[in-house]
């Protein structure tokens, strides 16, 4: 039995950079010597186990034979005549399919040292196609590694358009794609995620609604960079700049869906896009069953930002409804997620990244006043039920009001 580290450990730590978790594989063995051996196995096709004591993925050589659609379509093969080689090579990218022992000794035989050393994501073989999640992997790498200069290299993009245009990303589970998709837009580019799914044609595959952003124009005197797509590339990268969460960065890859929908002879204006692009907002999430915080911000963000940017115009019961709509009371931070997802729409504009963003203390300024109103007082006054609510909300409508005043002087 011979044992290597496997996969991004290995990667990485050629790269410089953190090792986080590691993938063994074991050549040689069987299942029963692993069992012996106290490994607890993972599944119960996948000849994959968990050390006894460390708790690492200790897997089998195996080969992999595509057998039907999606990603339930695979039958394995795993067997101590399996080789290093074998397993290396039905592996996704030549940087992933390296292989150390415990000497650090390599084992390299898809010459993924020499794809490090010209920053280039390949795919080991033609096996990638047998898992069209590599599509939205591939695209992660280079959304991950692209400060360090990596590319996709040309014939890789070129498979991953023939995946695209086969049908085989539609038989992605959400579960899985989902999963690819938040850890991408938590990466320190996000925006090259879209740029690479888009330049191999799954972005239209997988969210239609976002590849209609391109080609879009805007008012140059609002959006210099003029093409909406362009200008949610650069919200994302914004949102990464600013370390915003996942929420945030959901929530600026839709934010502007509705423009997508305009009727080309309104261009460049876009009437309404808030309310227009709900429908679709709510689509992709559902497509994806993005988890339930995600989903609620990127449909507020959509059809509140631009309340957000007129902040300072706002009259004070257009602010309260703003503020209730929120439900600001109860949810602060979603407020807050609000404003920063706003201020990184601002930003994602050509040439005011930079420019400062007075609504957003001016909103949080507003949150303050409506907060200050105490209820207490107004039970005393015995106020109860339906005219409680409402004498709430005037007292909250008159120190906004008052907020107003103080905060435009
Ligand atoms: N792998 C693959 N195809 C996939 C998933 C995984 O070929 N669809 C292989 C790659 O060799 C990869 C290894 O399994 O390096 C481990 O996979 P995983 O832990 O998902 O990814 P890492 O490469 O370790 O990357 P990350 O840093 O993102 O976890």
């Known amino acids: 039995m011979r044992i290597y580290k496997v996969g991004g450990a290995v990667r990485d730590r050629l790269l410089g950079k953190p090792v986080t978790d ?10 029963e010597e692993m069992l ?66 415990d000497q650090q000794n390599l084992t390299d035989p898809y010459h993924g040292q020499r794809d490090l050393e010209a920053r280039l994501l390949r795919h080991v073989s033609p096996a990638f196609a047998e898992d069209p999640l590599r599509v939205l992997r591939v695209a ?52 090259v995620f879209v740029e690479v799914l888009r330049a191999c044609g799954a972005l239209k595959v997988l ?22 797509g362009a200008h949610t590339l650069s919200v994302l990268q914004q949102a990464a700049l600013h370390k915003q969460p996942l929420t945030v960065r959901w929530a600026c890859l839709l934010h502007d869906l509705g423009k997508g929908l305009t009727p080309e002879e309104e261009w460049p204006r876009h009437i309404a896009h808030e309310f227009k692009g709900l429908k ?19 449909l507020l963000v959509g059809e509140y930002h631009t309340h957000g940017h007129r902040a300072l115009d706002l009259k004070p019961s257009t602010l309260l409804e703003l503020l209730q709509s929120f439900d600001i009371y109860r ?26 963003y007075p609504q957003a203390n001016y909103l949080r300024g507003a949150a303050t006043a409506a907060r200050s109103v105490a209820v207490q007082p107004l039970l005393e006054k015995g106020f109860k039920g339906p005219e409680l609510g409402e004498e709430i909300k005037r007292e909250r409508l008159k120190a906004l009001k008052a907020y107003k005043e103080t905060a435009s002087i």
């Not at 599944?43 to 186990?49: I, K, L, N, R, S």
């Not at 590849?211 to 210099?224: E, I, N, R, S």
């Not at 689509?283 to 339930?292: G, L, M, Q, T």
């Open 22 to 31: 590691i993938d063994w594989v074991v050549v040689g063995a069987t299942t």
């Open 36 to 101: 012996a051996k106290g490994f607890r196995p993972v599944g119960a096709d996948f000849p994959v186990f968990l050390h006894p004591k460390s708790g690492e993925e200790y897997a089998l050589a195996r080969t992999e034979r595509k057998s039907g659609r999606g990603y339930g379509g695979f039958t394995f093969h795993a067997s101590p005549e399996v080789t290093l080689e074998e397993d290396l090579i039905r592996r996704d990218l030549t940087i992933n399919a390296i292989a150390e022992d």
């Open 140 to 191: 992660r790498f280079a959304a991950r590694y692209a400060t360090l200069g990596f590319t996709v290299a040309p014939e890789t993009l070129a498979l991953m358009r023939q995946l695209s245009e086969s049908g085989e990303l539609e038989a992605l589970t959400p579960e899985r794609s989902w999963k690819e998709i938040s850890r991408a837009l938590m990466e320190d580019q996000p925006q």
């Open 207 to 228: 969210m239609p609604e976002v590849d209609a952003l391109f080609g879009v124009p805007q008012p140059p005197a609002h959006h210099p960079e003029i093409d909406t």
């Open 280 to 298: 679709l907002i709510k689509a992709i999430n559902e497509r994806f069953k993005a988890p339930r915080d995600c989903q609620e911000l990127a």
């Open 331 to 356: 949810r602060p931070q979603r407020f807050e997620e609000f404003i920063a997802a706003c201020e990184m729409d601002a930003r994602g504009r050509k040439g005011l990244e930079e420019r400062s």
